[in-house]
Nanobody
Framework: QVQLVESGGGLVQAGGSLRLSCAQSGHIFLIDTYCMGWFRQAPGKEREFVAA???????ESAASVKGRLAMSRDNAKSTVSLQVDNLKPEDTGVYYC???????????????WGQGTQVTVSS
């Protein structure tokens, strides 16, 4: 059984930063062979793509966060991280880590999902 567990969410003031982590456990190793993506879902809105990192380390991000985030992966520790700087109230939402065989922005293509971590940005 594969598990993805997010951590690092919380309440932060606008302009601040947060670093989210996603740890993978289970007998199938995903992080070093799968594309790892981050999605977020605000209340009353659909889940949206935030960023993704391929197993080779290539990254892509949504226009709404471009220039404000950094992603990294540590295959030895089976973790991926997402840091978002200059946070805005519209960044508020539940952030999910997910794994896909192919790097894509479509949530439907991701096979494995974490439970999510809440990020709240106050103005």
């Amino acid at each position: 059984q594969v598990q993805l567990v997010e951590s690092g969410g919380g309440l932060v003031q606008a302009g601040g930063s947060l670093r989210l982590s996603c740890a993978q456990s289970g007998h199938i190793f995903l992080i070093d062979t799968y594309c790892m993506g981050w999605f977020r879902q605000a209340p009353g809105k659909e889940r949206e793509f935030v960023a993704a990192i391929s197993f080779q380390g290539a990254t892509e991000s949504a226009a709404s966060v471009k220039g404000r985030l950094a992603m990294s992966r540590d295959n030895a520790k089976s973790t991926v991280s997402l840091q978002v700087d200059n946070l805005k109230p519209e960044d508020t939402g539940v952030y999910y880590c997910a794994a896909s065989r192919d790097c894509t922005r479509a949530a439907v293509n991701y096979e494995y999902w974490g439970q999510g971590t809440q990020v709240t940005v106050s103005s």
